[in-house]
């Protein structure tokens, strides 16, 4: 992924269609730097066959928001990123309705780049999972 710099909600949003994030549903809802906030709506494709929430889907919302946020914060003359670790605790599920996330930085280096999200049930507020990621800021050779 190039070094593109900040991008609004929309902006993001208009980079999904045709990805993974896009297939999930993920909708990038608010971004500033260091900031982001993002939803999904829960359907069936997105459940485990035991009918709750598939852990990938909440990691994939989770992933999704700290990746497209880590852009707004490389370091000039970076040509991208790539998450080099991730972690997730998983807290509690959804079967319907809405999960949103909200990722923030809590590193920005010029080598690395470490980021968190807690992902909720919308109705609630409830905390479905904690996650975290590292990500390696990629330089031209």
């Known amino acids: 992924m190039a070094a593109t710099g900040f991008h609004t909600a929309d902006e993001l949003n208009a980079l999904l269609p045709g990805t993974l994030p896009g ?22 494709e997105l459940l485990a066959p035991n009918g709750y929430l598939h852990a990938a889907t909440v990691v994939g919302l989770a992933d999704t928001s700290c990746g497209l946020a880590t852009r707004a914060l490389l370091a000039e003359g970076a040509s991208g990123f790539t998450t080099i670790e991730l972690k997730s605790n998983h807290l509690g599920t959804a079967r319907e309705g809405r999960i949103a996330a909200v990722a923030t930085n809590v590193h920005a280096g010029r ?26 800021v990629l330089w031209p050779r």
């Open 23 to 44: 297939l999930l549903g993920i909708v990038i809802d608010s971004h500033q730097p260091g900031r982001l906030t993002s939803h999904l709506d829960v359907r069936p």
């Open 111 to 136: 080598t690395t780049q470490v980021w968190d999200a807690v992902v909720s049930d919308a109705g609630s507020g409830k905390t479905l999972a904690l996650f975290r990621c590292t990500q390696s």
